[in-house]
Structure formats: C-alpha cells, structure tokens
C-alpha cells in the first residue's frame, strides 16, 4: 500500500523508473560488518533526507511507531543539497531520546563530508555533489573549513554510522550489494556507491534488501521481488518515503 496524506491504496506492480546519475567512487576499502538481530516489532525505514528538514518532520509526525517493541532505520544521505543539513542532523540524533531502537546507516554523501572533512580529501568531488550547503549549515561562511560550527555529538554520529543493517528477513543498505558477494563480504564502496549493477540483478541476496541512494524521479519507490529502493528524491522535489514492514506500506510526504 502506499499511504501519501492519507490516502491508502494497493501498491501495484512497478518498473524502474528513471534514475538520476551519480559520480563514480573509486575506493576499494572492504568493510566487515555483522549483526543479526532478531526483530519482533515493525521496521520503518527512512529514504535519503538530504537535508530536507521539514519534510523529515512531517514524516515523523504521520508514523505510528511503537516506542519499545519497533525499530526506526535510516538508511543514509542525511546531509548535502538540502537547506537545513545540520538541522536534519540535529533532529535524527533527538529522536533516540523518544525512541530507542534507531539505526543510522552511512551513506556516500556521509562518507564525501568525512574524506572532505577529516581526511582534507576529494574536495572536488564533495563540493560538486551539493556540499557546500552541508558547509554553509555549520558556519563555512563565517568560518571556513577548519573551523565549522561542528558539534562533538555530530562528529561522533558521522564516525559511527553502520554500513549496513541485517534482520532475520530484511537487509538494509545504503546504495546497495555486489552480486555474488556476501554480505559480510561487500566492500564499503559497494555498499554506499553501487547503481545499476544491484538494481538491476535478478540475485534474490538471500533476504529482501531495502536501499537509498538511487532517486527514483516519478516519486514512486522502486518495488521489486528482492529488493525496494526508498529514494525518492526529496531533495529533488520529490517525496520523502518510509517503507513499514512487514506490512509493506508505504508512508510519503
């Protein structure tokens, strides 16, 4: 189903709609990660915000999440083009004080600020992909980049951020995973920047993947047998998605 201001109706069968590109990354890193977590509540997962604050704020506002028994998974992309990047921020970090049960994914734009940020690197490639907005947000303008308006609880969300999250049933990742690779084996490269080589494989991964990073421009989430992307670019003037599951709804703003 798909609830958007209110309004439920069956999802019907959907084909890949059109697909903004994006840059190549080149980073070989690989990135071990495990955890499986035996969930009992509902899940809902949160498309890239791209710091689209208000929207975010609506969206929180129409879900009906159980504070103790459901989980609230970001999968990435908080910051960067959008207006309000430190504000989104700001919001995603106090909402573990209503809801404990909050993953934060990483996504590329994420790991881009920290190369730009920490590792004074790919400068080029950050600013081109709508960085300085996220600069501006924390004081460039007045400071420059040695000097942002960083707070320590912000630095410490960027450098914790999970690469991926793993159910019982459900993987949730940012961009997505190499085909014929397992989890637990995926490079971090991968996992934040891959496109068209997961989107479109018929390979099942074992359980349904749920992603971001690819905005799907018609605003309609990409639905799939093995896999559903979130991204429907917001930023873009777009919507923002959740998806909850298990009962696949879909929530829109």
């Known amino acids: 189903m798909i609830h958007n201001k ?11 709609a059109s697909i903004h590109p994006g840059p190549e990354w080149r980073n070989t890193e690989s990135y071990f990660f ?19 604050l208000s929207m975010l704020e609506k969206m929180m ?24 990047s430190m504000g989104v921020v700001d919001y995603v970090l106090d909402i573990r004080k209503e809801f404990p049960n909050v993953i934060y994914l990483m996504g590329n734009h994420e790991q881009m600020f920290l190369n730009y ?4 690197k790919d400068e080029d ?9 996220t600069l501006i947000s924390y004081g460039f303008m007045q400071k420059g980049r040695n000097e942002l308006n960083m707070p320590e609880s912000h630095m410490e969300f960027f450098t914790t951020l999970r690469p991926y999250y793993e159910t019982e049933d459900y993987i ?5 995973m190499r085909p014929g690779i397992p989890l637990n084996q995926q490079s971090l490269h991968d ?15 074992g359980k349904l993947v749920v992603f971001g990073h690819t905005p799907f421009s018609s605003g309609v989430p990409f639905i799939d047998h093995n896999k559903i992307g979130i991204d429907t670019g917001a930023v873009f003037g777009g919507r923002l998605t959740c998806i909850e599951l298990p009962e696949m709804i879909i929530h829109q703003v």
């Open 6 to 16: 209110g309004i439920r109706r069956r999802l019907p069968a959907l084909k890949t």
């Open 61 to 84: 506002k129409n879900l009906s999440i159980d504070r103790k028994n459901d989980t609230l998974v970001f999968v990435g992309d908080y910051i960067d083009r959008g207006p309000d």
């Open 125 to 133: 490639l950050y600013l081109h992909n709508g960085g300085m907005t």
């Open 34 to 52: 495990s955890e499986l977590n035996c969930q009992m509540g509902k899940i809902f997962a949160i498309g890239d915000i791209h710091g689209t």
């Open 191 to 205: 996992l934040l920047w891959i496109r068209y080589e997961f989107i479109s494989s018929p390979e099942k991964f």
């Open 117 to 120: 940020y920490l590792e004074k």
């Open 172 to 176: 949730f990742v940012h961009a997505g």
